[in-house]
C-alpha cells in the first residue's frame, strides 16, 4: 500500500463522526418541527425549566402537585440529563397519555423531599 492510502484513513474516519453528528442533530431537529407542525397530535410541555428546575407552571402541571422551584431529577423512569431529553419523551408520547415525573422539592424546613407526579 502506498503512502498516501494511510492519509484518507484519519479523513474517513473524520467524515464517519461528523456524518454521525449531522444525523444525530437531524434527528432532533425532525422532533422539535413535527411537534411545531402537526400541534394536534402532539402536547405541550406544562412548565418551564432552566436546567432542571422549574420556574414557571402552566395549570396542569399546577393540578397534579408540580410548583415553581421544583428540580426534576427523572422523567418516565429514565434520570433527567437536559432539555433534549424532555422534548425526546414528551416526542413520544401522545395526546391523553400520562408522564411521570420524579421531583425533589426543598420544604421550609430546609427538608429535601423527593416525590412522583403524574
Do not use: C
Request: charged share 25%; net charge positive.
Amino acid at each position: 500500500m502506498k503512502k498516501r492510502t494511510f492519509l484518507y484513513i484519519p479523513l474517513i474516519l473524520f467524515f464517519i463522526l461528523a456524518m454521525t453528528a449531522l444525523v444525530q442533530h437531524g434527528n432532533r431537529t425532525v422532533i422539535m418541527l413535527s411537534r411545531t407542525v402537526n400541534q394536534s397530535s402532539s402536547i405541550r410541555i406544562p412548565f418551564k425549566l432552566q436546567k432542571s428546575k422549574v420556574i414557571y407552571v402552566l395549570p396542569e402541571a399546577s393540578e397534579a402537585g408540580m410548583q415553581v422551584g421544583d428540580n426534576i431529577t427523572a422523567i418516565n423512569g429514565r434520570f433527567f440529563t437536559d432539555g433534549w431529553m424532555l422534548f425526546e419523551e414528551f416526542g413520544k408520547t401522545r395526546v391523553g397519555d400520562k408522564i411521570n415525573y420524579t421531583i425533589e422539592r426543598t420544604t421550609e424546613t430546609g427538608e429535601t423531599v423527593k416525590r412522583e407526579v403524574t
